[in-house]
Structures are given as structure tokens and as C-alpha cells.
């Protein structure tokens, strides 16, 4: 089994056919193969290892200091706590933020280049200890764009630690 | 932060530093602690540090 490695343009779309396509099936994968259609994809998941102590009524960023896996070590989980993807593209975002208190409200917050993008809401009294799931599809240039995840809770308290409590996580989906 | 603004404004609810609020308050996680990010309250002015830190 040789390997076809395909050299030039780097943009448009290249065309692999048989050479007679009347009588001649290409198959891809093979019957035990995998294609990998694209090897680059930056996809990362990474969570709040302990509860974090929060103040009341400030979006604060989320220390989500461990990770699960990071294709291309794209998401910084020491100092900024933030995914800068080196593909540009269109990227699903997700947000898990477990609250310390049912009676406090609860917000995530995704924010894009240090401005809140999206935010989703929890009540107060949802049940026992609130849960802000949040989601979205963000454009990311591959090179300076960068997100991080906030947290606000009405009166203080904790963000929630462990992985089912508080995690992110964000992949490729569309290149650009 | 907040407890502070709150003591200087006593009229000030949570509400008002929500997601429909004037009022945003931030923390970046680098050591730096709690900051006004943004103060657009119709109203009353934003604490200057003389104030915040006269606050205890």
C-alpha cells in the first residue's frame, strides 16, 4: 500500500478519479481504513479542576485549568485560560458552568477578543445548584482571535469544580 | 467591588450589574482582582477610587 501524496495549489479542490470511471470504484476508506479528512482541526475540552471563589455580581473568567484533550495545544490552561485555534474557520463553542446555590441567579458568559458574545441565563431556585449551559457557532480568524469563558452569580459563592460541573470545550467545524 | 458600590449606593440592586444591567464588573483570573469594566448608569456616577477605597 503506497501513499498518494498530492503536491501545488494550495487553494481550490483537487478531484481524485479512476482512470477509467465506467468500469473502476474508488473506495474511501477501505474496508478497515480510516480518511481523515482534515488532520488540522483544533478541537480542545478542558474544565475547573476545584471550586473557584467568586465575587458577587462580577463576571469573572473561569479558571478552567485542566484539560481533556488539545489537538493542536490550542487552549492556554495556565495563564490566560483562553483557545486561540491557528485555523481559521467556524468554530462550535460550548459552555458548561455548574453554579455554587440554587438561589442564586447564574450566568456563562463565552466571550470573543475580550467582549462578551453570548450569554445564557439561569434563574434562581432551578433546582439543586444551578447549571448555565451555553452554546454557539463563532467565526475565528486562526491567528489573533481568541475566546475565554466568564461566569457571573448574583451573590458570590462558587464556580463549581469537577469536570461534570464546569467544563468547555470548542472544535472546527466549517474552515473558512 | 460590589459590596463597596453598594454601600456608596445604597439604591443599587444586583439587577443592576446583570445582564441587562449598567453596570459590569469584571475579573480576568490574573491577580489583579475585581474592576469596572463599564459604567453607564443613567444616573449616578461612577465611584472614583478615593471613594472605593474610603469604603470598608
Redesign the interface.
Given at each position: 500500500m503506497g501513499t498518494l501524496v498530492l503536491n501545488g495549489a494550495t487553494s481550490g479542490s483537487t478531484t481524485i478519479q479512476p482512470t477509467d470511471a465506467a468500469t473502476v470504484t474508488a473506495t474511501l476508506p477501505g474496508a478497515t481504513g480510516t480518511i481523515m479528512v482534515s488532520g488540522n482541526m483544533p478541537a480542545f475540552s478542558a474544565y475547573l479542576t476545584g471550586n473557584?471563589s467568586?465575587?458577587?455580581?462580577?463576571?469573572?473568567?473561569?479558571?478552567l485549568n485542566t484539560k481533556t484533550f488539545d489537538t493542536n495545544n490550542c487552549f492556554d490552561s495556565t495563564t490566560?485560560?483562553r483557545f486561540t485555534p491557528t485555523v481559521a474557520g467556524y468554530y462550535q463553542v460550548n459552555i458548561t458552568l455548574g453554579g455554587s446555590n440554587a438561589a442564586y441567579?447564574l450566568?456563562s458568559a463565552i466571550y470573543k477578543n475580550g467582549s462578551a458574545y453570548l450569554?445564557t441565563?439561569v434563574p434562581t431556585g432551578t433546582g439543586n445548584g444551578n447549571i448555565a449551559n451555553g452554546s454557539c457557532l463563532i467565526y475565528l480568524n486562526g491567528s489573533t482571535d481568541y475566546i475565554e469563558f466568564?461566569g457571573?452569580q448574583?451573590?458570590?459563592g462558587v464556580f463549581a469544580g469537577g469536570s461534570v460541573n464546569t467544563q468547555a470545550s470548542a472544535t472546527l467545524v466549517r474552515a473558512a | 467591588?460590589?459590596?463597596k458600590i453598594i454601600k456608596i449606593y445604597p439604591e443599587l440592586t444586583?439587577e443592576d450589574?446583570?445582564?441587562f444591567g449598567t453596570i459590569?464588573?469584571?475579573?480576568?483570573?490574573?491577580g489583579k482582582g475585581?474592576y469596572i469594566?463599564k459604567w453607564e448608569h443613567p444616573t449616578l456616577a461612577k465611584p472614583t477610587q478615593e471613594q472605593l477605597a474610603g469604603v470598608q
Open positions: 473557584q467568586i465575587s458577587a455580581t462580577t463576571y469573572t473568567k473561569v479558571q490566560n485560560y441567579q450566568i450569554y441565563s466568564y457571573w448574583s451573590a458570590g | 467591588m460590589y459590596e444586583a450589574f446583570g445582564r459590569l464588573l469584571q475579573n480576568d483570573s490574573d475585581d469594566a
